[in-house]
């Protein structure tokens, strides 16, 4: 069935129905449905989406099986991390209150999406899931209506060209949080984990961990340490859990699952304590070495949810590999904080305090209003451990730092003088 077959049975199914949802709705509702940590029955939520149906035809009843279909590619989008919006969801560049007047496909897919998501029992999830989905519903919300809009960000249109670019990023932390990690259906976890036992029992049999089996919790328990510990001492047992983690996860396994290695609930340790190892790399002063490592993981997950990018930018401002930050810029179509501030620092290197210098500088302003006045110690932060921010905080800024900011704009001679300068 072609798409445009689809979607002209689905529109036509809902002016049967009562609630009469728009296309958009619709498309944003099923991709709230894909984000759910359990399946909701079609027979559950086609009555939550479109109320009680009239059929007085068979061609009628056959408008559901287009529905069926269009649920069914929604589904296998989300799988595939193609999380985008609908191209018609677009904001406009000039005045993001134009795409949010009411029935506009941008506001109507915000409201199908967070209809989808209040089948989420919330009760069910821990603070770092719940704090994820908050920042999601935060962001759909903003686009809902222009009021909403207004409300979130006044006459700040970069603040919301921002949060648009980068709402695949929150869906895709809900996504691999909230859906995936306690349902690894990508491999066969009992074949992994019991491999990877045997692995580890065969390495250490001389030692404390002889016939343990090595199960999530003491996994657990083991990364919990490690991850604490941001020195050159927690790199021996980073050493001995990757090479265990490499009995199983081989250059076969990796060629056959790179691009979504973090939808494997398996793959996750092993993520996380190479991209440890490339941080503390870092913080020691091994820029090339957390270069590559960073590198390799962009690779792996191209989603990013580690925000490695965020370390790869500054690293790559630090060694002056100009090039390659902006060729890697050219390829992360974002407005975040992070990328913004790399872009400024690479134009004001390259051109000095050009036109398109000052244009960064202003969008950084809009972007978040604590970011100058704490680079340049007008303002403090309270705390140095941030795990979590919203758009436009301090925290926000915090994170830039922790991830070598600073270092990054020091690195750029003059940068911080001409940061200040009004």
């Not at 609630?19 to 984000?35: M, V």
């Not at 993981?297 to 002056?320: E, F, S, T, V």
């Amino acid at each position: 069935m072609s798409p445009a077959k689809i979607r002209s049975d689905v529109i036509k199914l809902t002016v049967l129905s009562d609630k009469k949802p728009d296309y958009y709705f619709i498309q944003g509702y099923f991709l709230g449905l894909g984000l759910l940590p359990d399946i909701i029955m079609p027979s559950q939520w086609q009555s939550d989406l479109l109320g009680d149906i009239n059929f007085t035809t068979d061609t009628e009843l056959k408008y559901l099986e287009s529905l069926m279909e269009n649920y069914n590619n929604s589904m296998h989008k989300v799988m595939t991390e193609d999380l985008k919006m609908p191209t018609k969801c677009s904001l406009s560049k000039t005045d993001y209150r134009d795409s949010l007047k009411a029935n506009m496909p941008l506001p109507n897919y915000c409201k199908g999406a967070l209809q989808a998501l209040k089948f989420i029992d919330k009760r069910s999830l821990n603070k770092h899931q719940k704090d994820l989905l908050t920042s999601l519903n935060e962001v759909l919300s903003a686009f809902s209506s222009e009021q909403a809009a207004v409300k979130k960000f006044a006459d700040n249109q970069g603040l919301a060209q921002a949060y648009k670019k980068n709402y695949s990023y929150f869906v895709a932390d809900v996504l691999y949080s909230v859906r995936f990690i306690e349902n690894p259906s990508w491999t066969d976890e009992a074949a992994f984990n019991e491999q990877f036992a045997e692995e580890f029992a065969g390495e250490h049999h001389n030692d404390d961990f002889a016939g343990k089996v090595l199960d999530d919790e003491v996994i657990d328990q083991l990364m919990e340490a490690i991850l604490s510990d941001f020195t050159p001492s927690a790199f021996e047992p980073i050493a001995a859990l990757l090479e265990l983690f490499e009995g199983v996860i081989t250059e076969q396994y990796i060629a056959q699952n790179q691009g979504h290695f973090w939808l494997i609930h398996e793959t996750r340790p092993y993520m996380m304590l190479r991209a440890h190892r490339a941080q503390i790399n870092a913080l020691q002063g091994n820029i090339q070495y957390a270069i590559d490592e960073f590198e390799a993981l962009w690779q792996l997950n191209p989603m990013d949810n580690q925000a490695n990018r965020h370390w790869l930018m500054n690293c790559y401002i630090i060694k002056g590999q100009w090039q390659k930050l902006d060729a890697f810029l050219a390829d992360f179509d974002s407005e975040e904080l992070h990328a913004t501030a790399s872009r400024a620092l690479s134009e004001f290197h390259k051109h000095g305090d050009s036109s398109k210098a000052k244009q960064y500088k202003k969008q950084l302003k809009q972007l978040n209003k604590h970011f100058i006045k704490i680079l340049t110690g007008q303002e403090k932060l309270k705390s140095e451990e941030f795990h979590f921010y919203s758009p436009g905080s301090k925290e926000e800024v915090g994170i830039y730092l922790n991830s070598l900011g600073k270092q990054a704009w020091i690195a750029t001679e003059g940068s911080l003088f001409w940061l200040r300068k009004k």
